[in-house]
């Protein structure tokens, strides 16, 4: 007798007569899937597959790489040059001389009347490499404003600012190979299944041969905490305390790896003083997981031959994301795990080439990782671009969530956005509303002209998307990978390359400094500025990244001629003798006390507002929410709150109700769970007017991150079901 599957009709994958495959990488998550996109005889772009020879994914995709082709022709698309004077009124067609005239004579009469800074940029983590070094370069060298930041202030400031902290220069030390070398994986605020499918299939394929514990902390029942052998469900925005309780048993037992301590860090003594503070029944009063299991935790752990951390946003989105890196940064030295396979502390970045940015932008420095605060590297890039050193600031300027502030209160009076939707993404929406309102001149450059905040705008400049255009990006593990051109931009729209070039002649006028007039020529000078540095590339090129199937850094010009090809598998920093990138070579161990400044739960709000991310969605909906295979999935937002708590609200399941915050409302349809705690719930951040009406949204004081996860709401009822309807359906664009 056959059952199930035997019984129906097996799937058919509809042949769509492909005739070309084109290489690229995926522009969504930083996972970095190497994807190649089909067109078929006409010429039309019908499909993407995952490459089977690359080592990140081997021939896998989640849900959003497979229907990755469909962004080329999806609705909302910009197509040509607009420009008005006045936000009230309608846009008008114009010519790219005209638009980006335009642009430079707004840019040169703010920065006449008010001051250099007080024209602003805010840029992304979505465009390539080679963009964000000519970015870095018009803003840097020819407009010369320090506040210059990009999105990726939301999502991974508190990682770079935490390893900087930790071990002297951003870089996450370790790879995906570690899963496979691993004793124990401590998953901290990652949802893998959801924000990085792909990693989190390596990470399962490797717990199965190997089945190695997997402690997730969250206090939400997430997905891989369903998988987990050990969930903590952590009170929220206090992972410090149970960081500080777990290192203060592992010194209390003597399980610390003495002799790495001894020979690769300073401050041991400083470190066990305060954490001698956080034994575990004090520590269970403030983050609610119990002394016993913070101590099984603890020896689990630190008696594991290799240790890996692992986090995403539930770390870095806090008043203390900073601090929370470096406590695993910590827990990390003392047991003697960085740089050795299994052994590491591993931020999971967000965006796609959110690492591109660090290492290029000149964002938060100069290109490179140098530090603007250095005289030597300021000397540096000045002679390398040819302009005076003097030119730079000496230290860094505003970050993205500084910016803003800065619009209300009159000190930044014009704002230029790359790729990015702060009217969905920050919190505090109706705050943005009335700072983007003040500005006298916002230029907004993206790939869709139905992006939320080209209402706000006085012009804006439609860009390229992903593969209408050729670059690398870097993923989570230091691997950069290359993206071909399959098709050409639509309509007018022109490559950010093209647009930052292209604007730089308005700033040139001297030709005092030279821009490559090619992606492979930036990426010629990028090769150059990396020689010798930690993040050296100066072995790669496009060419050989392609035949590589990706590359991770470092990979040096000796490395190639002395014939080494590039490593298929894992590569790490930090391996020992270790030298991290601190003067004396040492990493530092840190101490944290822990800061209770979150918004708390009270009887007005009496709910903890947590917020995250949906697998078919990709940050504000942008591209997704055009995507039919990915929206029809999570078409509307909703909200997960426990049976419990529903039950004494009166509420049902798949009802709409309204959460008001002290900030704003926000109608969202309820979703009965025990996924949540009782006294908590959960809104994906992907939608527009809906999660960021509520948060708070303080600043991590050391990454200037804002908090996302810690906030508090209460919960309405409403009678008029289909007014509720109705309204959440205006309130949401598409
Ligand atoms: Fe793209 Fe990330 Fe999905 Fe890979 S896991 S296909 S990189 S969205």
Redesign the pocket.
Known sequence: MLFGRKQKNPIKIADKKITSWTYAT?G??S???AIEIGKNENDEVVGTRGVGGADV?RGK??V??IFEHELFDAAGRGDTPLMREQTNQDFKKTSWDDALDHTASEIKRIQEKYGRDSFAIVSTGQIFTEEFYTLGKLTRGLIGTNNYDGNTTLCMASAVSGYKRSFGLDGPPGCYEDFSHTDCLMAWGSNLPEQ???IYWRMKEAKEQRDFPLIVIDPRVTMLAQFADIHLAVNPGTDVVLQNALMHVIFDEGLEDKAYIKANTKGIKALREEVAKYDPTTAYKICGIDEDTIRNVARLYANAGTAMNIWTMGINQSTHGSDGVVGLNNLSLITGNIGKPGGTSLSITGQCNAMGTREWSSCSGLPGYRYLENADERQEIADFWGIEESFFPKKRGMAQTDIFPAIETGEIKGLWLVATNPMTSMANTPRIRKILDKLEFLVVQDAYVDMECVEYAHTFLPAAVWAEKEGVMTNTERRVNMIRKVTEPVGESKSDFDIFNELATRFNSEKKIVFPETPAGAFEEMRELSKGRLLDISGMSHELIEKSRGIQWPYTEEQLANGEAPPKGGKRLYTEPATFSFADGLAKLIPLPFIDNNERPDAAFPFWLNSGRLVEHFHTRTRTGKVGNNNKYSPIPFMEISPDAAKELGIEHQSYVRCVSRRGDAVVMAMLTHRVAKDAVFIPFHFFDCVNRLTLGLLDPHSRQPAFKQGAIRIEKIEDQEAAARMNKEMRTY
Request: glycine content about 14%.
């Open positions: 995926c969504y998550c996972t970095g899937c994914n995709l989640c959003k790489g990085h499918p792909i």
